[in-house]
Antibody
Framework: EVQLQESGPGLVKPSQSLSLTCSVT????????WGWIRKFPGNKMEWMGY???????SYNPSLKSRISITRDTSKNQFFLQLNSVTTEDTATYYC??????????????WGQGVMVTVSS | DIQMTQTPSSMPASLGERVTISCRAS??????LNWYQQKPDGTIKPLIY???NLQSGVPSRFSGSGSGTDYSLTISSLEPEDFAMYYC?????????FGAGTKLELK
């Protein structure tokens, strides 16, 4: 069974970088696409970006200057780095597998989510 | 970006009731529309993909329909485990975007 688990600090200071890890078991990240989504207080959800099976990336233009998604295939992990955070980046961060088959694109497996608060 | 207007934002309902949640896109999205459920513990799972296809393991009381800009999720008879948050998501164009969510609450 495909399982994803986020990890990382729950508190980040403003202007610093937010770094999260998504550990995947039951499936290789050298197949398919792997994304980050966040849910803000108040329930809004935002797709942040993904990394593909080949290592190429795609980011939400609203974050493009601050975001980086990378991976370590030897550990079957992928990572999120968000720079210059503000209090508006306070959210629960989810990693998910983004499956693409023909005309279907779906976040079909999700991690449990990790709450990150940006505060001094 | 395509804006997804999801209604209602909250819905009190009773066990056994039939409910419908709607999503309207700011432009046509050619049926590229998924639905997700988020439980109170935070876990998220897909329910419906490509407008009307039931994800594996999802009960048949869930169904989806729509076309063009207007889409809906229907639960035919509410069970206790259905009281949760529901989100639509379009993937017709990048960035894919989500609706604001509907909280299904026990009346």
């Amino acid at each position: 069974e495909v399982q994803l688990q986020e990890s990382g600090p729950g508190l980040v200071k403003p202007s610093q970088s937010l770094s999260l890890t998504c550990s995947v078991t039951g499936y290789s990240i050298t197949s398919n696409y792997w994304g980050w989504i966040r849910k803000f207080p108040g329930n809004k959800m935002e797709w942040m970006g993904y990394i593909s099976y080949s290592g190429s990336t795609s980011y939400n233009p609203s974050l493009k200057s601050r975001i980086s998604i990378t991976r370590d295939t030897s550990k079957n992990q992928f990572f999120l780095q968000l720079n210059s955070v503000t209090t508006e980046d306070t959210a629960t961060y989810y990693c998910a597998r983004y499956s693409h088959i023909l005309w279907v694109s779906l976040f079909d497996y999700w991690g449990q989510g990790v709450m990150v608060t940006v505060s001094s | 970006d395509i804006q997804m207007t999801q209604t209602p934002s909250s819905m009190p309902a009773s066990l056994g009731e039939r409910v419908t949640i709607s999503c309207r896109a700011s432009q046509g999205i050619s049926n590229y529309l998924n639905w997700y459920q988020q439980k109170p513990d935070g876990t998220i799972k897909p329910l419906i993909y490509y407008t009307s296809n039931l994800q594996s393991g999802v009960p048949s009381r869930f169904s989806g329909s729509g076309s063009g800009t207007d889409y809906s999720l229907t639960i035919s008879s509410l069970e206790p485990e259905d009281f949760a948050m529901y989100y639509c998501q379009q993937y017709d164009s990048s960035p894919n975007t989500f609706g604001a969510g509907t909280k299904l609450e026990l009346k």
